[in-house]
């Protein structure tokens, strides 16, 4: 059973790329305009299921004449059925009023074309005890799908068998959906071997009290706010919506539908499509409705982990010191392959440090509030977060070493999802890389213009400490 689960499981990866285990719910246009095909999955922020978009054009390939000698990923888990805050706040009352509809006369679905399957639908949630924050099934698929891309990118990086001096780490938070989504990634990097027999899942702890030294700093930081953006983000909530409980309502089912209503039916979109491989709640919106839906967690993320949220960076330092300063040894160590797996909110704080997709840099101005109106979208931002934390999301440092006749040397690239990010200032190497005393001194410059864990984080539990170490 667990060899053909194995076989299975390598065909799958072998065919498809991960957005291919759901079917793409496409918008199109007119027959003059045959190019536009608007995904709708590719627009669900952090629960679009992975997908790369390469418009800068860079190759992921390492340039003619360079090697990629060590490398640092920050990954977020796979799919699940809901996160706890989803659920319990969008998702479950709209379950609870849908269900105490269905036994009220003046309330009919059926009348609606579009909305007609809510009449038989039922919840792809039917225990949220056992399902809420754990991996769906496909969530595994992905994880190890992952696993082997890295396997095929990174042969020269990993070990081959356990050596008495060390055994390849991956490391991982302490959540189920982190540990199970560790585990899963490692039997795809090794072909579905024992992760045992060549390496372990080091397991990281998501306590109050653990300073920079955790996967998971938001949590250990007193000052951070779980519920930072969303006065402004249902602020836009309200806008948007209210076009749509207007089409909703001409359609005459009875069933008065709040802004929230529409939220927790956009949000099954992804989350329906993870758990049973479709959904009928994508169809409905039109690709101007999911643009505001994305617009919509684009403004919460920046003022809750963005740029709006001043001690950002500062959260995700630590682990860009800490990686860099594997990436600039010279020496050759036991392991020179990093990865690390989190949850939505690390890579964003990870961008903030590297002065990454600041919209007041490409709006030309200063005051952040100005990059994010709350009556219409901002549609040149560069804070798209479908692009930056879909599931199984990732940043990643490269380091290059290059002897071509262009370039010689050591270089650092970044890649979010796998595609290349030139740095501001910082990318005169190959392929939009920075050199990698550049870089180092990037990082320092970067790391001096913001306050340290513990004092932007107004820390008062005891043995705090502004340093990621788990790597040592």
């Keep these: 059973m667990v060899l053909l689960l194995l076989i299975t ?50 190759s992921p390939d390492p340039p003619p004449g360079c090697t990629v000698v060590k490398a640092a990923y920050l990954v977020r888990h796979a799919s699940i059925y809901a996160n706890d805050y989803d659920y319990e706040a969008t998702l479950y009352p709209f379950l609870q009023r849908l269900k105490n509809a269905s036994s009220l006369e003046n309330v009919n679905f059926s009348c609606a074309s579009d909305l007609a399957f809510l009449t038989t639908w039922t919840s792809p949630i039917t225990d949220s005890k056992k399902q809420v924050e754990k991996l769906t099934i496909s969530g595994g698929l992905e994880a190890f799908h992952f696993g082997t891309r890295l396997a095929y990118r990174y042969p020269h990086l990993l070990p081959t068998k356990k050596t008495n001096a060390s055994v390849f780490k991956v490391w991982a938070s302490k959540a189920n959906r982190t540990r199970q989504s560790a585990n899963a990634f490692f039997a795809g990097l090794y072909g579905g071997i024992q992760e045992d027999t060549i390496g372990q899942v080091i397991l990281i702890a998501e306590g109050e009290e653990q300073g920079a030294n955790t996967l998971t700093p938001h949590k250990s930081c007193p000052r951070f706010s779980d519920s930072a953006g969303a006065k402004e983000a249902d602020i836009w909530l309200k806008y948007y919506t209210g076009s749509i409980i207007a089409r909703f309502a001409a359609m005459g089912t009875g069933f008065n539908f709040s802004a929230n209503d529409v939220l927790a039916m956009q949000e099954l979109c992804g989350y329906e499509t993870v758990i049973r491989g479709s959904s009928l709640f994508c169809p409905i919106f039109t690709s101007d409705e999911w643009l505001s839906f994305e617009y919509y967690f684009d403004i919460k993320y920046h003022y809750q982990l ?44 990870v961008l903030t440090s590297l002065g990454l997709y600041n919209n007041s840099c490409y709006a030309g101005v200063d005051d952040i509030n100005t990059t994010f109106p709350l009556d219409q979208i901002n549609h040149q931002r560069a804070w798209r977060t479908s692009e930056l934390i879909p599931v199984l999301g990732h940043v990643a440092l490269e380091r290059l070493d290059c002897a071509s006749v262009t370039h010689t040397g050591s270089f650092v690239r970044v890649l979010v999802n796998s595609i290349p990010k030139p740095l501001p200032h910082c990318a005169s190497g190959p392929a939009g890389s920075c050199p990698l005393p550049h870089y180092m001194d990037y990082v320092q410059r970067r790391h001096a213009l913001y306050e340290k864990f513990s004092k932007t984080c107004g820390v008062r539990y005891k043995n705090t400490t502004d340093v990621l170490a788990i790597y040592s």
């Design 9 to 58: 499981l390598s065909v799958l990866t072998s065919t498809y790329d991960a957005i291919d285990l759901y079917p793409p719910y496409t918008i199109t246009a007119g027959p003059t305009y045959t190019a536009y095909k608007f995904n709708i999955l590719q627009h669900l922020t952090a629960l679009s299921p992975y997908f790369e978009t390469n418009t800068n054009g860079l």
């Design 306 to 349: 963005g740029y709006g949220a001043d001690r950002s960076p500062s959260l995700g330092m630590p682990w860009v010191v800490a990686s860099s300063n594997l990436l600039n040894e010279a020496r050759t160590t036991d392991q020179d392959l990093y990865i690390s797996f989190t949850h939505r909110q690390k890579p964003l704080l």
